[in-house]
């Protein structure tokens, strides 16, 4: 099946500083991908969706200019958590569906993201 | 997409068969039923799904009842490694990412 990759598994910054997530597909080109927050206990939020070559939309409350999301190519999209808080603390994940498997959604394997 | 209901959490012993049950009394005729499964500390697995007929695969078999307003996930053969959260999501068979993570249900799987 399509694999989707993401990096890295768990970061650990200072408070005030930035830290970029990658998400890449490795089979399939990934026209749309999604980002998701997961905290502890808790089920996965859809945060955004990535469009390559667009602007990614985001859900209500999710903040834009705080979680900058790039998908400059078919297999990569990025997302930057800027002046990272300890509230941003928290497990991100990416996936993508591709048009090969239907409607499924392929996920990474996830970031935790610990702010000190 | 239509809500789902599902057990908190669920105990099944190795080697027996795991039934995990969903509730979606308000599923509409286009909509799909979906399961996922996240392990801890891990992205979600997809593990099958179904419009109105019975489905199986390598990992499961999906049951969905006749109105289609419950269905059950079967892990024929459970194993420590099944031990997860399993979400089901209904939803109509477009724009993937619009899936509604609901609370799931915690499956331990017990030796």
């Known amino acids: 099946g399509a694999v989707v990759s993401q990096h890295p598994s768990w970061v650990i910054c200072k408070s005030g500083t930035s830290v970029k997530i990658e998400c890449r597909s490795l089979d399939f080109q990934a026209t749309t991908m999604f980002w998701y927050r997961q905290f502890p206990k808790q089920s996965l939020m859809l945060m955004a969706t990535?469009?390559?070559?667009?602007?990614?939309?985001?859900e209500q409350g999710v903040e834009k200019d705080k979680f900058l999301i790039n998908h400059a190519s078919l297999t990569l999209s990025t997302l930057t958590v800027t002046s990272a808080h300890p509230e941003d603390s928290s497990f991100y994940i990416c996936?993508?569906?591709?048009?090969?498997?239907?409607?499924?959604?392929?996920f990474g394997s996830g970031t935790q993201l610990s702010v000190l | 997409d239509a809500k789902t209901t599902q057990p908190t959490s669920m105990d099944c012993a190795e080697g027996r068969a795991a039934n995990l049950p969903c509730n979606h009394s308000t599923i509409s005729g286009n909509e799909y039923v979906y399961w996922y499964r996240q392990i801890h500390s891990q992205g979600p697995q997809y593990i099958i799904h179904g419009l109105k007929n019975n489905e199986t695969n390598e990992m499961a078999s999906l049951i969905i009842t006749e109105d289609r307003k419950s269905s059950t996930l079967i892990l024929p053969h459970a194993t420590l490694r099944d031990t997860a959260v399993y979400y089901c999501i209904v939803r109509v068979n477009t724009n993937a990412g619009k899936s509604t993570f609901g609370d799931g249900t915690t499956l331990t799987v017990k030796p």
């Open positions: 990535s469009n390559e070559g667009s602007k990614a939309t985001y």
């Open positions: 996936s993508a569906s591709f048009p090969a498997h239907g409607e499924k959604l392929f």
